[in-house]
């Protein structure tokens, strides 16, 4: 198909090509559904005409908007996206400190799970353009991206909105 629909509970939550759904999601539970991806709760501090800042992670990010902010907004990146160093001086801006808690071996890469000071978890797919000593839990790491790598989507963390037993029944009557 050229054009997909992606809905939740019997709403339309974006119709696009695969690739803009997956690389250019409008709403939390599209970025979720479509694909891994780290959704991180995000305080908007200013929007421009092709981005944002927000404060999320403990520091200030650059990233893309798709749309008019306001009020509580999420933070994306998808795991391969990120780019995980050995040293801060390695990372690309925003940089953050991360401690590893679990590796994966997925064929061309490792799954790369994390937690930042604050809590915050993190999964990056690391590649073999990636070079890295060899990791274990417990490990310091540090890791970043690219502005384009990030967006800024509207709203909180959830995968799905909240919607009363009526709604539903309208839904599926």
């Keep these: 198909s050229d054009r997909i629909a992606v809905m939740n509970l019997g709403v339309v939550e974006q119709i696009g090509t695969p690739t803009e759904i ?21 305080t908007l501090v200013t929007q421009g005409r092709d981005g944002a800042t927000v404060e999320a992670l403990g520091t200030k990010v650059e990233a893309r908007a798709f749309e008019a902010l306001d009020g509580p907004v999420t933070l994306m990146v998808r795991p391969e996206r990120i ?8 990372a690309p801006t925003p940089c953050v400190r991360l401690t590893v808690t679990d590796l994966v071996f997925q064929g061309p890469v490792v799954r790369l799970a994390a937690v930042a000071p604050d809590g915050t978890e993190i999964v990056a797919h690391v590649g073999p353009d990636q070079d890295l000593p060899l990791l274990r839990p417990g490990d310091e790491v540090w890791c970043g991206w690219e502005p384009t790598a990030a967006s800024v989507l509207p709203g909180v963390t959830e995968l799905a909105p909240q919607r009363s ?3 539903i029944e309208r839904v599926f009557s």
Excluded at 26 to 38: C, D, E, L, S, W
């Design 165 to 167: 037993p009526d709604d």
């Design 83 to 90: 780019r995980v160093c050995a040293a801060a001086d390695d």
């Design 22 to 42: 997956y690389d250019q999601p409008r709403t939390v539970f599209v970025a979720g559904f479509i694909g891994q991806a780290n959704l991180w709760p995000a």
